[in-house]
């Protein structure tokens, strides 16, 4: 079955940019998202990048996808202490709109 | 204002006792779905919804049911709770199955002693 990964933990200074990384097993999947959950609150939808994509900016956000490779990566720059949540990798197929999520990369952001 | 209501937010309850938290989205979405959250597993699907009438199954079903009659409501039903049931839960709504955006609920936290 598919499978979502991510690592655990990332720490990053103030100021700094933040790359937080996700792997994924389906070469099928057409959607690739990034959510972000503070503490607390429910999942907030950052952005999202269509399987045909490589690339997407949004302001201080980039999504990387490398397909052949399965990876996608989401960086933050200029980080802040506001950014320090839960940020959840997910994929899904074209039809049913089924998400799977990976275990979520805890971001602390140190002033 | 567009929003994915949930209610509970918190809940404890203990085994076997029936509940049902509601879900409930003002955006005429067609699809809504039902997730669990868990350390160290992520957030996994428990049932979804097509539309009026139309549910499935998710990853995780056993223990629960969904009902789908209005649009706007998917309740999550728990018959028979039992302490491993006991996790966060999020609903979540979009336009179709195949848009690219869903929206989240703020979660409900459910203890089962």
């Known amino acids: 079955g598919e499978d979502v990964e991510q690592s655990l933990f990332l720490s990053v200074r103030e100021g700094d940019s933040s790359v937080i990384n996700c792997t994924y097993t389906d070469s099928s999947s057409t959607y690739l998202y990034w959510y972000k959950q503070e503490p607390g609150a429910g999942l907030q939808l950052l952005t999202y990048i269509f399987s045909n994509m490589d690339m997407k900016q949004d302001q201080r956000l980039t999504v990387l996808l490398n397909k052949k490779d399965k990876h996608l990566s989401l960086r933050i720059a200029d980080t802040q202490t506001g950014d320090s949540a839960i940020y959840f990798c997910?994929?899904?197929?074209?039809?049913?709109?089924?998400?799977?999520f990976g275990g979520g990369t805890r971001l602390m952001v140190k002033p | 204002e567009a929003q994915v209501t949930q209610n509970p937010r918190y809940l404890i309850t203990v085994t076997g006792k029936k509940l049902t938290v509601t879900c409930s989205q003002n955006m005429n979405h067609e699809y809504m779905s039902w997730y669990r959250q868990d350390p160290g597993l992520g957030l996994r699907q428990i049932y979804y919804s097509m539309n009026v009438e139309v549910t499935d199954k998710g990853d995780v079903p056993e223990g629960y049911k969904v009902s789908r009659k209005e649009k706007r409501n998917f309740p999550l039903i728990l018959e028979s709770p039992s302490p491993n049931q006991t996790s966060l839960y999020f609903c979540?709504?979009?336009?179709?199955?195949?848009?690219?955006?869903?929206?989240f609920g703020p979660g409900t936290r459910l203890t089962v002693t």
């Open positions: 997910a994929e899904s197929y074209n039809a049913g709109n089924m998400l799977t």
């Open positions: 979540a709504s979009s336009f179709t199955a195949d848009s690219g955006e869903q929206y």
